[in-house]
């Protein structure tokens, strides 16, 4: 299985909106609801953001979305705070029954 | 409120055999739908999901390192082991454990510190 495609990096200014996309394919995030996006400043370990597509856990501010259509799923960041800036990963289970991570994207807060 | 911490050798020669561990506490893998799984991630790189183990013992691989990985658990330990052989330099990177319950969702909520492990003679 491949790694999910993000773009290397996004950037936006405070309180501007930002979007990453995670590219899969119709065996992975295509065929499931079952994505999700971690979170990883620098020198920490992964935290969840988003859950099945548009899932926030407790905690985690209504600035971040998600969504999905077709193989491409979305995670969008309202009202940048200094804060959001991190590494953003995207996962999807697969058809193989296995799970796969995006390559990563570096958000930059202006 | 649910824990992982990972631990194993700092320094793993090449060709070598790699074995973390992975000692959780807040949850049983006795109980129905739970699960632990290891991510790793070279510096500066991106997330590998690696390998996951259920609470009734079925495990799954990353097909592309399936067969230099075991998983396994002890139960009354409350621990989870990964074994990696045939270290290569590429291997370097921190290693993390996380906790699934697939009656809940199908995703890894939360997650250890990492363990840091470097592969070189």
């Known amino acids: 299985q491949s790694a999910l495609t993000q773009p290397p990096s996004v950037s936006g200014s405070p309180g501007q909106s930002v979007t990453i996309s995670c590219t899969g394919t119709?065996?992975?995030?295509?065929?499931?609801?079952?994505v999700s996006w971690y979170q990883q400043p620098p020198g920490t370990a992964p935290k969840l953001m988003i859950y099945e597509v548009s899932n926030r856990p407790s905690g985690v501010p209504d600035r971040f979305s998600g969504s999905k259509s077709g193989n491409t799923a979305s995670l969008t960041i309202s009202g940048l705070q200094a804060e959001d800036e991190a590494d953003y990963y995207c996962?999807?289970?697969?058809?193989?029954?296995?799970?796969?991570f995006g390559g990563g994207t570096k958000l930059t807060v202006l | 409120q649910i824990t992982l911490k990972e631990s194993g050798p700092t320094l793993v020669k090449p060709t070598q055999t790699l074995t973390l561990t992975c000692r959780f506490s807040?949850?049983?893998?006795?109980?129905?739908?739970?699960?632990v799984g290891w991510i790793r991630q070279p510096p500066g790189k991106a997330l590998e999901w690696l390998a996951l183990i259920f609470w009734d013992d079925d495990k799954r691989y990353s097909p592309s390192l399936r067969s230099r990985l075991t998983i396994t658990k002890d139960t009354s330990e409350n621990q989870v082991v990964l074994t990696m052989t045939n270290l290569d330099p590429v291997d370097t990177g921190t290693y993390y454990c996380?906790?699934?319950?697939?009656?809940?969702?199908?995703?890894?909520?939360?997650w250890g510190q990492g363990t840091t492990v470097t592969v070189s003679s």
């Open positions: 807040g949850f049983s893998l006795r109980t129905g739908g739970v699960s």
């Open positions: 996380a906790h699934m319950n697939v009656y809940n969702s199908y995703v890894m909520d939360v």
């Open positions: 119709s065996s992975d995030i295509g065929s499931y609801y079952r």
């Open positions: 996962n999807s289970f697969t058809r193989s029954g296995t799970w796969v």
